[in-house]
């Protein structure tokens, strides 16, 4: 269906009136009324803007932690959980009961799951940075690779009907089968679970960070400032989280857009 | 229907106690070489029977409570604020979803936000909100309500567009009026998507609720959990918590399955049909 001229301007007009209003609401302090707050804890966006323009190098230190742990974690995460639906699509019987028990982790709230992986990793290194994004990264790349193995997995097996029997019929042998069946089949569904992998990657860096033994990153910047009382700075740090999530997202959208473009829809 | 009479040893319940043993071996294997290199293995990685064994035991760890007390007067604490705010999340995510079929114009303003929304890290935001409320009670309460009404409204929506515009336009020839299309068309074909929505909010609405606890000092599991850390009581009341908000978790999934096949009995029937 073609949508028509008015009814896209609308669907960017609208959105972006509204975005307007809630800013005019915030720098005239009416929604500090509505929520019952003041400028201290909720400051004006002007002065979230200063602070974001005259600590530059802090954030950008404390950003690039942040994304080491984050695309770290994904990249590791994503492998890891690939490799673990391919085994278990190689035995399905066994690998079914494998994932419904990998799905339970994903019950684990990260709050409880971060200290423990701190814990473990005490003797990774005597540098307390480096075991410290070792224990960040693998609390990221554990709940990467969980939703990564239950999505991949759907993609090598739910084929469609016959097309395995079509290329048995071929004598085509297993690998085969995987090379020109299950993995092309597997790409949209990659994507499916990369959706919620990037969201979930970047909030898990930033709690992780709130437990880490070495105070950097923007989750930590946020929760340390509060403690501080300096709502303004930790505001700053809050856009910056949500730009990530946001830049980070997009790039996903794009590289799906060229991957999938052709030959997957999702 | 009488089922076809399978082995206990190819089972799915079987393959999956098989697959729950080789973790706990592991762990186990793990415990006992960490006993071996630490001074103080329990911080580490305990034996799963020394966990066991501390939920059961009588000896008071901090203020003449025992762990077991002082977990569950904690969670009884956590999970109300995660089941109010559940239940507001659920209910706004809802009347959202619904809100955006019935008008152009709200779907228009709130699906892009809709969008940026889960790509905001909500749960990195939680110490601010702690500083606007001001109280951890209404804190755990906002940020389990944020979380849950998400995924309760995209899906709900999804469920609300998914309906034929033949059924529609069939209700519209039998004269129905618009309230009663919804009622007996849109909203039951949106229900399962609205459950299926709660089954992915559930969880994270706990999880928001232990993360705000640790966050001030208000005897919530996630309060508890930063204090055992700090060696203010039993470390094993720390380890208490990890596995019982693990199970809370997978529970909380497994009640809101519960709560749709008493609400959906015959989704499921042809659920079962189409499947046959």
């Known amino acids: 269906m073609e949508q028509s001229v008015k009814d896209r301007v609308s669907g960017i007009v609208l959105p972006v009136a509204f975005a307007a209003v809630l800013l005019v609401l915030w720098q005239t302090q009416a929604l500090h009324a509505i929520l019952g707050t003041d400028t201290f804890t909720f400051p004006l966006p002007g002065h979230i803007a200063r602070i974001l323009a005259g600590n530059v190098p802090k954030i950008l230190e404390n950003l690039s932690a942040t994304c080491t742990v984050v695309f770290g974690g ?29 799905g339970a982790f994903n019950a684990i709230p990260i709050v409880a799951l971060a200290p423990v992986v701190i814990n473990l990793t005490r003797d990774v290194s005597g540098d307390v940075e480096v075991r410290s994004t070792v224990a960040k990264i693998i609390v990221v790349a554990l709940l990467c690779a969980v939703v990564m193995s239950l999505g991949a997995y759907r993609g090598l097996t739910d084929l469609k009907p016959f097309s395995e029997d079509l290329l048995l019929s071929y004598a085509a ?56 009382a300096q709502y303004a700075t930790a505001w700053a740090y809050i856009v910056v989280a949500c730009g990530l999530g946001i830049a980070s997202y997009a790039v996903l959208l794009l590289v799906e857009k060229l991957v999938c473009g052709k030959r997957w829809r999702t | 229907m009488a089922q076809p ?5 190819s089972s799915n319940l079987f393959i999956t106690l098989v697959w729950i043993a080789i973790l706990v071996c592991a762990w186990e294997i793990g415990a006992a070489y960490i006993e071996t290199v630490k001074r103080t293995p329990e911080n580490v990685l305990p034996h799963l029977w020394q966990i066991v064994q501390s939920v059961f035991s009588d000896k008071a760890v901090a203020g003449g409570l025992t762990a077991r007390q002082i977990v569950l007067n904690a969670a009884a604490a956590t999970l109300a604020r995660a089941g109010i705010g559940f239940a507001i999340g659920t209910g706004i995510g809802f009347g959202l979803a619904l809100l955006m079929k019935l008008s152009g114009i709200v779907e228009k303003i709130a699906f892009p936000y809709l969008m940026i929304i889960q790509m905001i890290p909500i749960l990195g935001m939680a110490p601010i909100v702690l500083g606007i409320t001001g109280d951890i009670g209404q804190s755990r309460i906002v940020i389990a309500a944020i979380l849950t009404f998400y995924p309760v409204a995209a899906n709900t929506l999804a469920g609300l567009k998914s309906v034929e515009p033949e059924k529609d336009s069939l209700f519209l020839s039998y004269a129905a009026t618009r309230p009663q299309t ?56 720390f380890w208490q918590i990890v596995f019982f908000s693990a199970i809370v978790g997978v529970l909380s999934i497994n009640a809101v399955t519960l709560a749709e096949r008493l609400a959906l009995p015959n989704e499921r029937r042809a659920r079962k049909w189409s499947k046959a």
């Not at chain 1, 490799?83 to 699509?89: F, K, L």
Request: charge should be positive; include cysteine; proline fraction near 5%.
């Open chain 1, 74 to 102: 994904l990249a590791i995460g994503c492998v890891a959980g690939y490799g673990i639906s391919v085994a278990a699509a190689m035995s399905p019987r066994w690998g079914v009961g494998g994932l419904r028990v990998i």
């Open chain 1, 173 to 228: 042998d297993r690998k085969t089968i995987f090379l020109k069946l299950r993995l092309p089949n597997s790409v949209p569904h990659i994507f499916i679970a990369l959706r919620v992998i990037v969201p979930t990657s970047v909030i898990s860096a930033l709690i992780s960070e709130y437990f880490a033994e070495y105070i950097i990153g923007i989750g930590r910047m946020i929760r340390d400032n509060i403690t501080l």
């Open chain 2, 5 to 9: 009479r399978v082995h206990f040893t």
């Open chain 2, 182 to 237: 919804y009622v007996k068309l849109y909203i039951p074909v949106a229900l399962p998507y609205f459950f299926t929505g709660m089954k992915i909010a559930a969880p994270l609405a706990i999880t928001a609720s232990i993360l705000v606890d640790t966050l001030q000092g208000d005897g919530g599991l996630g309060c508890m959990l930063s204090q055992s850390l700090k060696h203010a009581m039993s470390i094993f009341v």
